[in-house]
C-alpha cells in the first residue's frame, strides 16, 4: 500500500515560526535591517564598557575635528561626539521602545473594544480617535510638553498619546474582519466568553499586520524625539541623538561633525526599523508563504 | 421508537432593526424570522429547507441565542433557553452544539486539530488535562481521522476532513441537539455522502436530535425524518419526510424540488425554474410572501397572509389555494 | 462522419515547484470540443480540473507552474505558442471564462456598465456611446432585470445569482467561440442553480458557443452536458456521451461519482438509507505513488493497478476509460 503510506507522509506538522524566519532571512533588506539594529542595541549596551565616559563632560577643546584625539571630533562645548553618539544609543532606543508600547497598549486597547463590541463603544471610541487624528501631531506634543516640564517620561507619554490614532485603527478593522469569521461564532456557540475571545481566539489572528505597525512605529518615536529635542523640548538631562543635533545646530557652519553624526546615527536606526518592518511585513503575509 | 419531545420552539420571532438611509427615515427592520414554531422528536432530524436569505440561517442562531430572538421560546429538554441569564446559557451550551456550513472559516487557523477539538472542554471545564486529551483522540477516531492528526493546523486537511473535525468539535461535550447549518454545501459531491453518512452513524449511536439546515432537498430528503420549509422568515409547509415528497403541496416547495439537478432521463431538462430572487426580507410583499414569484397566485394571496394548517395528519401548509 | 475539433488539448502535462519538489498537476491530457458542444469536465477537488481550464486559457502562473509538453490547438493554433499579447486577444475574445465566486471575480469599485463595457471595448473597436449600447444589450440577453438602471449599480447591490449572470454577459460580451464555466453555480442556491443553466442553455441555442463546463457534481453534468471527461489525480480516466456514461459506467471511480449523488425519490419510504460513498480523500498531487492513483480509494483494486498505470482502452463508440478491470466492470 505505498500510496497510503505517502499520503501520511505528507502531511506533517508545520512549525509557523520557523517558516517565519526561513522567509525573514530570504530577504535580503530585511537581514540587513536586523543587522543595523543588532549594532545599535550592541551600542548601547556594551558601547559605555569599550569607550567610557560622562557624554555631558566637557574633555576637550571646542570643536576639535575628528581626528586622532577624538574620533568623531568634540561639540562647541568640547563634548566627545563619539561618547554622546554610544550614549545617546541608549536613549534614543529606550525612549523610542517604551514610547512605541505605550503607543501599543493605548491603540491596540483602544482598537479591540471598538472592533469588538461595535454599536456605540465603537462610536465613542472612534469619535475619540478622530479628535486626536485632527490635531496637528507636532504642535500637539509641543503644547503638551511646554504644559509642564520636560522629562523622559513626559516625553514618551507625549509621543504615545499622538501616535496611538492609527494603531487603534488597525487593530479595529483587523478585529471587525475576524470577529465575523465563523470559528469566533463558533467560539460563542461553546460557550466562550468575550474576554477571552477577544484575547485568545481574535487577537492572535490580528497580530500580523500588528507587529508589523508596532515596528514601524519605532522608527517614527524615534524620529519624534529627535525632532523634540532638536526644537530645545527634549530633556535636558537626557543625552539623546536629537539632543545632540539640537544643541548644535547653530554651529552647523563650522563644525560639520556634530550634526552629521548623531544625525547618521539616527538615519541608520529607523532604516533598520523600517525594513526589519518590511521584512516581518512579508514573512507574515501568508499569501506571500505560499509555495 | 422514542417520540419525546427534544426541542419546542414556539412562535420564534426574530427583528434586526439596520442603519437607516438617511437621517429623517424611518428605521428600516429585517424581518430575519417571523413567527416560526416546529418541534423536534428526541434523536430525529428536522430539515429547514429554503433560499439563502429565507431565514433558516437566521432562526438557527436564534435557537442557539447566537442571534438574539425578539420574542418567543425555544425550550429544549425542559429549559426555555430564551429564558436563561447570561452564565447559565454559557453552562448550557455544552448540551446545543453546532456545526458549521464552511469548514475552511469555521476553525480557527492558528490552532491545530487536536486544539480545536478540545476548545469546548476547556471552555465548559470538562474534565482534567489529561482526561481532555484522551476524548480528543477518542473522537478523532469516531469521526474517521486518525489520533495523530491532532497534531496538523486546519490548512494541511481536505474539505472534509476539516469537516470531520468540526463534527468531532460539535460532538466533544456530549451534546443532546447539534444544529446542522448547511454542513455538507461547500463540499464536493463525494465527499458530501460521507459526512451525511457519518453524521447519521452518529446520531444513531449517541441518540443526539439534528436541527438540519439545506437548501438541497436531496440532501435534506435523505437525512431528515421531518421537514420544514422556509420562505421569507415564514415556514410554508411542514410535514414528516414520506408525507411531504407522496404530496407536495405548497407552490415554493414544488418549485425547490424541481430545481433539483436528476440524472433520469425523462426528468432531464424539464424545470419549471423559479423566476427571479428571494424579495428583501426588509420589505417583504403583502400577503403571502411568496405571491411575486408564485405562478398560481391570485388576489387573494396579495392582501391575506396564509395561516399554516394542517391538511392532513401532521402536515401542514400556508397556502390559500390547497 | 467526423467533425472538426474546435479546441483540441493534446498531450497536455503542467508541472508545479513546490518546496517539495516538482509536482505533476496534469498529466498527458487528451480533449477535445467540437462546436457547438457543451463537454462537461468532472471530478473532485484538486483533480486538476481547473487547472485545465487556466492552461487554456493560459492563466497559469508561470512560475511556479510550467506547461512540460503538449498542445492546446483553438482553430488549428497552438495556443501555447502564441506571445502574451496575442494571447491578450484571445482571452475573453475568442475564449471567455466564468468562475465560481460571482462575490470575488467582479471589482467592487466599479459599477457593472463599466465593467461590461471596458470589456467590449477592449476587444471591440467601439466608441463608449457603442459599448454601452452593447452593454444594455448583453444585460437584456441574460435576463437582468431593468438594465438601465443596473448598468449603475456596484456589484455589492446585487445577488449572488445576478453577479453570476454579470459574469455571463461579460464573458459572452464578444461572440466567443468557447466559454469556460467553471463551478459557476457551486455558490449558488439550487434554485439558482436552475436558472443560471437554463440561461446557458438558451444562449448555446442561440449563439452556437461551445461550453466547457467544470463541476464535481454528475447531476450538474447530466443536466447540462452532450459528452463528459472525468478527471482524477490530474489524468482524464473517462470520456464519452453524458448518457452512455450515466447509464454505463466503466471506471470504478465514475460509478462513484454517479452513485453518490443523493436522489431525489417521489417515495422516500420512512426508514433512512445509507448513501453510497467513495471512502478516503483525494491524494495530494506530490505524493501519488505508481500505479492507478485511484487505486488506494477503489474496492476493486487488484496488485497490478498498484504497480502500473492502466492505459486508455475504447469500451464503445466516443467511450474511453483507464482501468486494468474495464473488461469485467460494467
Redesign the interface.
Known amino acids: 500500500m505505498s500510496n497510503r503510506e505517502k499520503t501520511d507522509a505528507a502531511v506533517r506538522p508545520d512549525r509557523p515560526l520557523a517558516e517565519l524566519w526561513h522567509m525573514f532571512f530570504a530577504n535580503k533588506a530585511a537581514v540587513l535591517g536586523l543587522v543595523l539594529w543588532l549594532l545599535v542595541i550592541t551600542t548601547a549596551v556594551f558601547g559605555l564598557t569599550i569607550h567610557p565616559g560622562d557624554p555631558f563632560a566637557m574633555v576637550g577643546a571646542p570643536m576639535t575635528p575628528p581626528g586622532e584625539e577624538f574620533l568623531l571630533g568634540t561639540d562647541y562645548l568640547g563634548r566627545d561626539v563619539l561618547t554622546g553618539i554610544i550614549h545617546g544609543a541608549s536613549v534614543t532606543l529606550a525612549i523610542g521602545f517604551s514610547a512605541t508600547v505605550c503607543t501599543a497598549i493605548i491603540g491596540v486597547t483602544i482598537g479591540v473594544l471598538a472592533g469588538y463590541y461595535g454599536r456605540w463603544v465603537d462610536n465613542l471610541l472612534m469619535r475619540v480617535t478622530e479628535f486626536f487624528q485632527v490635531l496637528p501631531p507636532m504642535l500637539f506634543v509641543m503644547v503638551l510638553i511646554s504644559l509642564f516640564t520636560p522629562s523622559i517620561y513626559l516625553i514618551v507619554l507625549a509621543i504615545a498619546v499622538v501616535s496611538w490614532t492609527g494603531m487603534a485603527r488597525l487593530a479595529r478593522a483587523e478585529f471587525l474582519k475576524i470577529k465575523e469569521m465563523e470559528y469566533v461564532k463558533a467560539e460563542r456557540a461553546m460557550g466562550a466568553r468575550n474576554a477571552s475571545i477577544m484575547a485568545k481566539v481574535i487577537l492572535p489572528n490580528a497580530l500580523p499586520p500588528l507587529i508589523v505597525a508596532i515596528a514601524l512605529n519605532v522608527g517614527t518615536a524615534i524620529l519624534f524625539e529627535a525632532a523634540l529635542s532638536f526644537l530645545g523640548l527634549g530633556d535636558p538631562n537626557a543625552f539623546s541623538w536629537g539632543y545632540m543635533i539640537g544643541s548644535s545646530r547653530e554651529y552647523i557652519w563650522d563644525s560639520w561633525w556634530t550634526i552629521t553624526f548623531p544625525g547618521f546615527a539616527i538615519f541608520l536606526t529607523v532604516l533598520g526599523v523600517s525594513l526589519v518592518g518590511d521584512g516581518l511585513n512579508d514573512a507574515l503575509n501568508p499569501k506571500l508563504r505560499e509555495l | 421508537m422514542n417520540s419525546e419531545v427534544s426541542l419546542k420552539v414556539d412562535n420564534l420571532r426574530t427583528y434586526f432593526k439596520v442603519r437607516r438611509p438617511h437621517l429623517f427615515a424611518e428605521q428600516p427592520t429585517v424581518y430575519a424570522v417571523d413567527g416560526v414554531s416546529f418541534e423536534i422528536a428526541s434523536g430525529r432530524t428536522l430539515g429547514l429547507v429554503g433560499e439563502s436569505g429565507c431565514g433558516k440561517s437566521t432562526t438557527a442562531f436564534s435557537v442557539l441565542r447566537l442571534v438574539e430572538p425578539t420574542s418567543g421560546s425555544v425550550v429544549l429538554k425542559g429549559t426555555d433557553i430564551c429564558r436563561l441569564n447570561e452564565n447559565d446559557l454559557r453552562n448550557y451550551r455544552r448540551h446545543m452544539q453546532i456545526i458549521f456550513q464552511d469548514p475552511y472559516s469555521s476553525m480557527n487557523p492558528r490552532t491545530t486539530a487536536g486544539e480545536i477539538i478540545r476548545t469546548p472542554l476547556k471552555i465548559l471545564k470538562i474534565g482534567t488535562p489529561e482526561e481532555q486529551h484522551e476524548r480528543v483522540e477518542e473522537l478523532l477516531s469516531l469521526v474517521g481521522l486518525r489520533p495523530e492528526q491532532k497534531k496538523l493546523y486546519p490548512h494541511q486537511f481536505s474539505g472534509g476532513q476539516r469537516q470531520r473535525i468540526c463534527v468531532a468539535r460539535a460532538l466533544a461535550p456530549n451534546p443532546d441537539f447539534i444544529v446542522c447549518d448547511e454542513p455538507v454545501s461547500a463540499l464536493d459531491v463525494a465527499i458530501q455522502s460521507q459526512i451525511l453518512n457519518l453524521l447519521a452513524r452518529l446520531q444513531r449511536e449517541f441518540g443526539l436530535t439534528y436541527l438540519f439546515i439545506s437548501h438541497d432537498m436531496a440532501v435534506v430528503q435523505h437525512i431528515c425524518d421531518e421537514i420544514a420549509v422556509m420562505y421569507l422568515g415564514r415556514i410554508v409547509e411542514k410535514a414528516d419526510r414520506r408525507s411531504l415528497f407522496l404530496d407536495v403541496k405548497h407552490p415554493y416547495t414544488k418549485a425547490l424540488l424541481s430545481a433539483v439537478p436528476s440524472m433520469d432521463k425523462e426528468a432531464k431538462r424539464s424545470s419549471t425554474a423559479l423566476k427571479g430572487d428571494v424579495p428583501s426580507p426588509m420589505d417583504p410583499p403583502s400577503g403571502c410572501h411568496f405571491h411575486t414569484r408564485c405562478p398560481f397566485a391570485e388576489k387573494r394571496c396579495s392582501m391575506e397572509i396564509p395561516e399554516l394548517r394542517e391538511v392532513h395528519p401532521n402536515h401542514w401548509v400556508a397556502c390559500h389555494l390547497v | 462522419m467526423k467533425q472538426e475539433s474546435l479546441l483540441q488539448v493534446k498531450g497536455l502535462s503542467v508541472d ?1 515547484s ?3 519538489g516538482n509536482v505533476r498537476v496534469l498529466n498527458q491530457l487528451d480533449l477535445h470540443l467540437l462546436p457547438g458542444e457543451a463537454l462537461g469536465i468532472v471530478g ?3 483533480c486538476g480540473k481547473s487547472m485545465t481550464a487556466l492552461s487554456i486559457m493560459r492563466l497559469v502562473p508561470v512560475p ?1 507552474g510550467n506547461i512540460a509538453t503538449g498542445q492546446i490547438l483553438l482553430n488549428g493554433t497552438d495556443v501555447l505558442q502564441l506571445t502574451e499579447s496575442e494571447m491578450e486577444d484571445i482571452r475573453g475574445n475568442e475564449i471567455s471564462m466564468i468562475f465560481q465566486e460571482p462575490m470575488t471575480s467582479l471589482n467592487p469599485v466599479f459599477t457593472i456598465g463599466t465593467q461590461v463595457s471596458e470589456n467590449i471595448r477592449r476587444h471591440q473597436s467601439k466608441n463608449s456611446a457603442q459599448a454601452k449600447e452593447k452593454t444594455l444589450q448583453m444585460l437584456e440577453a441574460v435576463g437582468i ?1 431593468a438594465p438601465k438602471q443596473r448598468i449603475n449599480q456596484y456589484p455589492h447591490e446585487l ?4 453577479r453570476q449572470r454579470i459574469m455571463i454577459a461579460m464573458a459572452l460580451s464578444c461572440q466567443p467561440s468557447v466559454l469556460i464555466a467553471d463551478e459557476p453555480t457551486t455558490a449558488l ?7 443560471i ?2 440561461l446557458l ?1 438558451q444562449i448555446q441555442a442561440e449563439m452556437g458557443t461551445s461550453v466547457i463546463l467544470i463541476t ?5 453534468i ?2 447540462f452536458a452532450d459528452r463528459v471527461a472525468v478527471m482524477y489525480a490530474g489524468r482524464k480516466i473517462e470520456e464519452g456521451l453524458v ?1 452512455d456514461i ?1 447509464d454505463n459506467p466503466r471506471h470504478p471511480y465514475t460509478q ?3 452513485n ?11 426508514e ?8 478516503g ?4 498531487m ?6 492507478c ?1 485511484f ?2 480509494r477503489c474496492h476493486k483494486a487488484i496488485d497490478r493497478c ?1 504497480e502500473e498505470v492502466p492505459p486508455e482502452v475504447t469500451v464503445g463508440e466516443n467511450h474511453c476509460a483507464s482501468c486494468w478491470r474495464v473488461g469485467e466492470i460494467a
Do not use: W
Open positions: 508545479f513546490t518546496k517539495a473532485e477537488s484538486g511556479p432585470p445577488s449572488g445569482g445576478m442556491d439550487v434554485t439558482i442553480q436552475a436558472q443553466f437554463e442553455r464535481h457534481d454528475m447531476s450538474v447530466a443536466e448518457r450515466i462513484g461519482l454517479i453518490c449523488v443523493p436522489v431525489l425519490k417521489t417515495d422516500p419510504g420512512t433512512r438509507v445509507e448513501l453510497n460513498e467513495i471512502p480523500v483525494v491524494p495530494s506530490a505524493q501519488l505513488g505508481t500505479g492513483s487505486a488506494p498498484y
